[in-house]
């Protein structure tokens, strides 16, 4: 852990949602839970919840935010419709088959009540895609920006994302 990392990211989604000491935080793949670890360090109060399919991770998470971290799955979340205000994957959905990573971003919808921010891995250029295909090991879902937002469009998911891009 180094607060370097994930900070300043945590520090981004509190000014660009609104997240205040009343807001409730999903992240999917929260791993060994930096930037929920992070959340809570500037708001105190947030609810926090974190999913995380290795066990390992979870196992090994800082001890601040191990309580609010159990090991799951995105495409079936344990949580109730309309649960949190924000919902997180960051480079964690496209590591799904296309059927699995159409069942996450469903859940995802499913669980927030208002907002939710993905990243996945994309190109914008055959150079880009080859540079991705060299390192992505455990990519299953991974496509060109614009048949990302096609794929977005087509399964209704209406939330904030970015992109991955090897450089």
Sequence with gaps: YHPRFWRKTAELLIE?????QDSSVLDI??????????????????SIKGVDISNYAIDHAKEEVKPFLSVGNAKSLPFDTNSFDLVIAINVLHSLDQDECIAGFQEITRVRKQFSFVVNDAWHTN?????????????????????????????????????????
């Design 127 to 167: 150079e880009e895609k080859n540079r991705l295909m060299q390192w992505n090991l455990t990519g299953k879902t991974f496509m060109h920006v614009d048949d990302w937002e096609k794929f977005f469009a087509e399964i209704g998911y209406d939330g904030d994302y970015w992109w991955f891009i090897a450089e």
């Design 16 to 20: 660009h949602y609104g997240l205040s």
């Design 29 to 46: 793949g929260c791993a060994k839970g930096f930037l929920l670890y992070e959340l809570k360090d500037l708001l105190p109060d947030i």
